[in-house]
């Protein structure tokens, strides 16, 4: 038996600069962080020959190619695994694991390819992991999404990420004093919105609009990098600021990024005391994150008590193997 471990991430600033459509035209560069939710993915050898695949439903099928989750299907396929397998897995978060915009469809893909390549035998790196994910997600499945995911969640860490038009992914850890790194945690909240919304759905109007909106994701970019040099410097008051200043351009990049339900939780949160705020992933639902001093947090508690809060800390490390039995 062979069980992975995969954190989800947060992405503060660049978001959407990942997908080709924008970083073909120079380069795309995000911050983002993993955190201390995970994907948990579990394989096991069968005695006959049937593949039984585990989720909010359970498959079991004789021929990969019958297998309905694409991501599991196509995961078998890349690595070479066609019979006598049981996969099994379970998230932190949600019953499902789309619509939480912390990146969970990529966590499940980096999750279970560390898992089958393991069973198989073999160690593969995080740079690996992350392109035979995007490999499987973008190209071969054509989902409209970006690369930042696959790679905060098979490298884990505290990371600038630069998109270049090459295909070329360069990860670089932001340096933070470890007491800034601790206060910066603690001043942030992170609320369910009660919406789940599937990231295709945004992402492919976003994707069409690309050409559009270059400009506004530009500015974007340059928040990424406006962020890591004020974290570097260990300068937190602007990290609120950019926060805020990249949701009021994210919700330009498509007509569903944003609705009146997740404006009326934004504006309840700003006006209790939060500095700055976003929804996570591409939008339309999941979990609104706000930068708040601590000694206002209880404000925007109240404010938000419809909403489920959702505690985390920041994760250092990557997908890995944590058990393994014969």
């Given at each position: 038996?062979?069980?992975?471990?995969?954190?989800?991430?947060?992405?503060?600033?660049?978001?959407?600069?990942?997908?080709?459509?924008?970083?073909?035209?120079?380069?795309?560069?995000?911050?983002?962080?993993?955190?201390?939710?995970?994907?948990?993915?579990?394989?096991?050898?069968?005695?006959?020959?049937?593949?039984?695949?585990?989720?909010?439903?359970?498959?079991?099928?004789?021929?990969?190619?019958?297998?309905?989750?694409?991501?599991?299907?196509?995961?078998?396929?890349?690595?070479?695994?066609?019979?006598?397998?049981?996969?099994?897995?379970?998230?932190?978060?949600?019953?499902?694991?789309?619509?939480?915009?912390?990146?969970?469809?990529?966590?499940?893909?980096?999750?279970?390819?560390?898992?089958?390549?393991?069973?198989?035998?073999?160690?593969?790196?995080?740079?690996?992991?992350?392109?035979?994910?995007?490999?499987?997600?973008?190209?071969?499945?054509?989902?409209?999404?970006?690369?930042?995911?696959?790679?905060?969640?098979?490298?884990?860490?505290?990371?600038?990420?630069?998109?270049?038009?090459?295909?070329?992914?360069?990860?670089?850890?932001?340096?933070?004093?470890?007491?800034?790194?601790?206060?910066?945690?603690?001043?942030?909240?992170?609320?369910?919105?009660?919406?789940?919304?599937?990231?295709?759905?945004?992402?492919?109007?976003?994707?069409?609009?690309?050409?559009?909106?270059?400009?506004?994701?530009?500015?974007?970019?340059?928040?990424?990098?406006?962020?890591?040099?004020?974290?570097?410097?260990?300068?937190?008051?602007?990290?609120?600021?950019?926060?805020?200043?990249?949701?009021?351009?994210?919700?330009?990049?498509?007509?569903?990024?944003?609705?009146?339900?997740?404006?009326?939780?934004?504006?309840?949160?700003?006006?209790?005391?939060?500095?700055?705020?976003?929804?996570?992933?591409?939008?339309?639902?999941?979990?609104?994150?706000?930068?708040?001093?601590?000694?206002?947090?209880?404000?925007?508690?109240?404010?938000?008590?419809e909403l489920k809060e959702l505690p985390f800390k920041?994760?250092?490390?990557?997908?890995?193997?944590?058990?393994?039995?014969?």
């Amino acid at each position: 038996m062979i069980i992975s471990k995969t954190p989800l991430r947060m992405s503060f600033a660049g978001g959407g600069s990942d997908l080709s459509e924008y970083y073909k035209h120079g380069h795309g560069s995000v911050l983002s962080t993993a955190i201390n939710k995970y994907i948990y993915i579990t394989v096991n050898s069968k005695f006959t020959d049937n593949i039984r695949i585990s989720y909010s439903k359970t498959e079991y099928v004789t021929n990969v190619e019958d297998i309905e989750h694409n991501l599991v299907r196509e995961a078998l396929k890349l690595v070479g695994i066609s019979k006598g397998i049981d996969i099994v897995y379970m998230s932190d978060i949600l019953p499902g694991h789309e619509g939480s915009g912390l990146g969970a469809s990529s966590s499940l893909i980096v999750g279970t390819l560390n898992a089958l390549y393991a069973f198989k035998g073999k160690h593969v790196s995080a740079k690996t992991l992350a392109q035979e994910a995007c490999k499987i997600e973008i190209d071969i499945l054509g989902h409209p999404i970006g690369k930042q995911d696959q790679y905060i969640n098979a490298f884990g860490g505290f990371n600038f990420i630069r998109f270049n038009s090459d295909e070329s992914v360069f990860i670089d850890p932001i340096i933070i004093k470890p007491e800034i790194k601790e206060k910066l945690n603690k001043n942030l909240v992170c609320f369910h919105t009660g919406i789940s919304s599937r990231s295709d759905t945004v992402l492919t109007q976003q994707k069409k609009k690309t050409k559009e909106n270059l400009k506004i994701i530009d500015k974007m970019v340059k928040l990424s990098e406006d962020l890591r040099d004020s974290l570097q410097y260990g300068e937190l008051n602007e990290f609120g600021e950019i926060l805020h200043k990249g949701w009021t351009y994210k919700k330009n990049l498509a007509n569903n990024i944003t609705n009146e339900v997740i404006d009326k939780y934004y504006d309840k949160a700003v006006n209790a005391g939060a500095l700055g705020g976003k929804i996570l992933g591409s939008g339309g639902g999941g979990f609104l994150l706000f930068y708040c001093e601590e000694n206002k947090q209880d404000k925007i508690r109240s404010a938000l008590f419809e909403l489920k809060e959702l505690p985390f800390k920041f994760e250092p490390q990557g997908s890995k193997i944590i058990y393994i039995s014969d």
